[in-house]
């Protein structure tokens, strides 16, 4: 029995749908960035180096990466509601925990926040390609690129909505806190996704005229069926999308791409603090002026592509123009080191980060290029290459600091080379954006 509503009206059951994951996944980012405000306290507390903070800060994408693929496999198997209400819950009890780190220390403090936050990486893995899938799910091609932008925008917005509090807490009342408060609000957001996330063929307030809409313009609306059970896993479709040679190319760009997200996530508030002398506090708030701007590129690159794609430009011209320009644009993260000036380091990094942003459409990409039957594995593929840079850049730029007396210029430039090559992938090697078709077994 359908629980389509059988009115004429025309709902917008999707728009609260990409709220939901826009907020749940805000919530996410910055559950995964809290080390980054309490590291500057902890590593005078307990005597923890910078090479320790490097590792510190990898570890959550030690789990996340590893876990991709078979959090893809689970999505694929049981559904995207299923899968992410486990995830929401677990990563929020996990957060919460890293508040007594010190009492569940076995030997050092150190280890036992990595440990913890391995887990915290383990429970993120399904979030983001369950996003790509619910986007898949509900929205029309020609809306697609701007729901992925929203979703994705999450990551800079969290730092807006969460910075201040982050920093100002563990400024005001100690690191602990900030692991309490945004366990709770984790589990907040848990709440939030159980009631409204649903799929149309089981959504109590889709409308047939919704219905209709979204599934004639492309959505695969039939991606979780109710009553078919759970979905065999293609073990086989891996190599052939780890063989294909357009989806190689966004594989390596999004690497690039989320290497500037990571140094944002991770060394970002210490460079302020260590390199430009601003206090935690202050660093959150600042902090938060390149992550607005970030935001508002990253729903800017969706809006763009989808007019272009309106206006009648073929698919990969309509998504690579806006993802070339933010590249570009990115680029002036290396003006920071030609200025001694705050004001003018968080001007450039805002112009940055609003270029990252514009060219934050890998999401939307995979959705237009991902196997129909294989879209959580194919999804979860692309998020274990980026978030691969969850592993190598907080540690390059661990190693660059401690082999070069703190030279934050170098480790900037680190971060710059990375735009360059990703632009360089998406303009050589990804060739034309099409979805790809699996062979049969």
């Known amino acids: 029995m359908t629980s389509v509503t059988d009115d004429s009206r ?10 939901v994951l826009f907020i749940v996944s805000s919530v996410n980012y910055a559950e995964r960035a809290t080390l980054s405000y309490t590291a500057s306290h ?7 180096s910078t090479v320790q903070l490097g590792w510190m800060f990898s570890a959550f994408a030690w789990s996340y990466a590893a876990a991709q693929i078979p959090g893809g496999a689970l999505l694929d198997r049981f559904g995207s509601r299923a899968v992410y209400l486990w995830a929401i819950a677990l990563w929020s009890i996990f957060t919460f925990l890293q508040s007594f780190a010190a009492a569940l220390a076995f030997e050092l403090v150190w280890i036992s926040i990595v440990m913890l936050r391995v887990m915290v990486g383990f429970s993120e893995a399904p979030s983001f390609p369950a996003n790509a899938r619910i986007v898949a799910n509900w929205f029309p091609n020609s809306e697609r690129g701007t729901a992925s932008a929203i979703f994705n925008s999450s990551q800079y917005f969290s730092l807006v909505a969460f910075a201040p509090l982050m920093g100002w807490l563990t400024d005001v009342y100690g690191w602990q806190h900030v692991y309490m408060v945004m366990g709770a609000i984790g589990l907040v957001s848990w709440a939030l996704f159980w009631v409204v996330v649903h799929s149309p063929a089981r959504h109590k307030s889709v409308s047939k005229r919704e219905l209709a809409y979204i599934e004639e313009g492309g959505a695969l609306v039939n991606l979780d069926k109710p009553a078919s059970g759970p979905q065999k896993i ?4 891996a190599g052939q999308l780890l063989a294909n040679r357009m989806l190689l190319g966004i594989y390596l760009a999004q690497y690039c791409i989320t290497a500037m997200t990571y140094f944002f996530a991770t060394w970002f508030p210490v460079y302020l603090v260590k390199a430009r002398g601003l206090s935690l506090t202050a660093a959150g708030f600042a902090a938060a002026a390149p992550a607005l701007a970030g935001w ?11 007019a272009l794609l309106r206006k009648g430009l073929p698919l990969s011209k309509a998504r690579k123009i806006p993802i070339l320009l933010g590249l570009v644009v990115s680029c002036a993260i290396l003006a920071c080191n030609f200025t001694d000036s705050r004001v003018l380091v968080l001007v450039f990094m805002a112009v940055a980060f609003f270029g990252k942003g514009i060219a934050s459409l890998g999401w939307a990409v995979m959705s237009d290029a991902a196997p129909r039957d294989a879209t959580g594995l194919s999804g979860s593929i692309f998020n274990l290459f980026g978030n691969a840079a969850g592993i190598f850049t907080p540690l390059g730029i661990a190693y660059i600091l401690a082999t070069t007396n703190n030279n934050w210029e170098l480790a900037l430039v680190f971060v710059f080379a990375h735009s360059v090559i990703a632009m360089v992938s998406y303009a050589f090697i990804t060739g ?4 790809v078709v699996l062979r049969t077994a």
């Open 432 to 435: 034309e954006i099409k979805r």
């Open 42 to 48: 902890m590593a005078e507390e307990f005597s923890i």
């Open 10 to 19: 025309n709902s917008h059951v999707r728009f609260w749908i990409i709220a």
């Open 296 to 306: 508002v590129g990253g729903i800017l690159g969706g809006v763009l592509s989808d």
């Open 234 to 237: 293609r073990w086989d479709a």
